[in-house]
Nanobody
Framework: QVQLVESGGGLVQAGGSLRLSCAAS????????MGWFRQAPGKEREFVAH????????YYADSVKGRFTISRDNAKNTVYLQMNSLKPEDTAVYYC?????????????????WGQGTQVTVSS
């Protein structure tokens, strides 16, 4: 099993930046493809970004492409999401997610482990 703990959320003005971190424990992170999802009030949880177990491949939702960057440091067992040029519509609870290595962390059905979430609020 792997436990995931997110941090770095908060309140920021439109156009600002935040960096989310996801610290993993229990098993080494290199066993997993990792992703970020988000859920706004009254909406379904949606995919944001994926990074392969080695860090060699990334994939983004169209809504965040060019503004968000996912990265990982397997030595530190941590995944990051750098969010720039934030918009009010980015407001949501952001969840870190782990999928079995090779399966891809871009689909809800592939996710085996979730973090507890961190709130991101972007004011206009």
């Amino acid at each position: 099993q792997v436990q995931l703990v997110e941090s770095g959320g908060g309140l920021v003005q439109a156009g600002g930046s935040l960096r989310l971190s996801c610290a993993a424990s229990g098993r080494t992170l290199s066993n997993y493809d990792m992703g970020w999802f988000r859920q706004a009030p009254g909406k379904e949880r949606e995919f944001v970004a994926h990074i392969s177990w080695s860090g060699g491949s990334t994939y983004y939702a169209d809504s965040v492409k060019g503004r968000f960057t996912i990265s990982r440091d397997n030595a530190k067992n941590t995944v990051y999401l750098q969010m720039n040029s934030l918009k009010p519509e980015d407001t949501a609870v952001y969840y870190c997610a782990a999928a079995q290595r090779g399966y891809g962390a871009h689909r809800l059905s592939n996710i085996g482990y979730w973090g507890q979430g961190t709130q991101v609020t972007v004011s206009s």
